[in-house]
């Protein structure tokens, strides 16, 4: 049974950092993209962040470019989200997801997510 359990989320200050993990299990981590995605309250989902099986190979939104980092841990079955000069629109439920085929899309398995608060 493929688990994603999604940690570090808080509260933050406009500036701040946090750094988001999802450890996998019932997965064979190292066969597959991994991705972030945020869900704002009261609107859709967005996807914000790739990463290719091998770490070496990502991919950012726009919005987050230069300030957010994927990275991977395939010995520890880990993904992570390395935020950094958080802003207010940031505030979003993050989920991390696994892809079968891409780092933008073709997610299959969700994890429940982990509430980012970005505030002073």
């Known amino acids: 049974q493929v688990q994603l359990v999604e940690s570090g989320g808080g509260l933050a200050q406009p500036g701040g950092s946090l750094r988001l993990s999802c450890a996998a299990s019932g997965v064979s981590f190292s066969s597959n993209f991994m991705t972030w995605s945020g869900k704002v309250p009261g609107k859709g989902l967005e996807w914000v962040s790739g990463i290719y099986m091998d770490g070496y190979d990502t991919d950012y939104a726009d919005s987050v470019k230069g300030r957010f980092t994927i990275s991977r841990d395939n010995a520890k079955n880990t993904v992570y989200l390395q935020m950094n000069s958080l802003k207010p629109e940031d505030t979003a439920l993050y989920y991390c997801?696994?892809?079968?085929?891409?780092?933008?899309?073709?997610?299959?398995?969700w994890g429940k997510g982990t509430l980012v608060t970005v505030s002073s």
């Open positions: 997801a696994k892809s079968l085929w891409g780092l933008r899309n073709g997610m299959d398995y």
